[in-house]
């Protein structure tokens, strides 16, 4: 690996690697992983992001959750590993719509995909209904203006993760996925 490139379990933050666990789902094998730069379930970032990461977890801990990285770097190997089977699972509608091969963001290990954790239980928190919302859930605002309890604490959460990133710096992806987070370097 890369020195540049760091296991965020390394600092206090639980990661993993997206395809990497969901490689049985999507019928990835390791071999076909480790070719595309993938080594292990680890989550791994440009070591320049690791203080802003630490930094939104405290501001996160100050409302009960913290962070966990459901992805950081992904070569761009694995992005066309993961297109190839994505397409066959899911289509090329569904998959185009979230995996965005012409940027390849997580490949620069300046992105991250962010999820929750509940503080008292430890277990990891929902921030939308899943698959009954489909798509549209996937986007930043999909909950606001809805007055059902659940929808209310999905927005709660989302705007929660959303402002704790973007203080410690980072910005949100072209997407609009509430979890996708770019953390821009002055090059």
Do not use: C
């Not at 019928?27 to 480790?34: A, F, H, K, Q, S």
């Not at 801990?61 to 066309?80: I, N, S, T």
């Not at 066959?88 to 992105?111: C, F, I, W, Y």
């Amino acid at each position: 690996m890369d020195p540049q490139f760091v296991n965020v379990g390394n600092y206090g933050i639980k990661g993993f690697s997206y395809y990497w666990t969901r490689r049985k789902r999507l019928n990835i094998t390791e071999d076909e992983l480790r070719t595309a730069g993938v080594h292990d379930g680890h989550a791994y970032v440009r070591k320049e992001i690791v203080r802003p990461l630490r930094l939104a977890n405290k501001t996160l801990k100050l409302f009960g959750y913290k962070m966990v990285v459901k992805d950081g770097l992904r070569p761009p190997a694995a992005y066309e590993l993961a297109q190839r089977k994505l397409y066959a699972s899911r289509g090329q509608e569904l998959t185009d719509a979230t995996l965005n091969m012409e940027k390849m963001p997580h490949a620069s290990g300046l992105v991250v995909d962010i999820g929750l954790i509940d503080l008292a239980t430890g277990k990891e928190v929902w921030l939308r209904k899943g698959a009954d919302d489909k798509l549209g859930a996937w986007r930043i605002g999909y909950y606001a203006g809805k007055d059902d309890a659940e929808s209310v604490e999905f927005q709660r959460l989302q705007t929660i993760l959303i402002g704790a990133m973007i203080s410690a710096g980072f910005v949100l992806g072209s997407k609009g996925e509430f979890w996708h987070f770019e953390y821009p370097l002055a090059e």
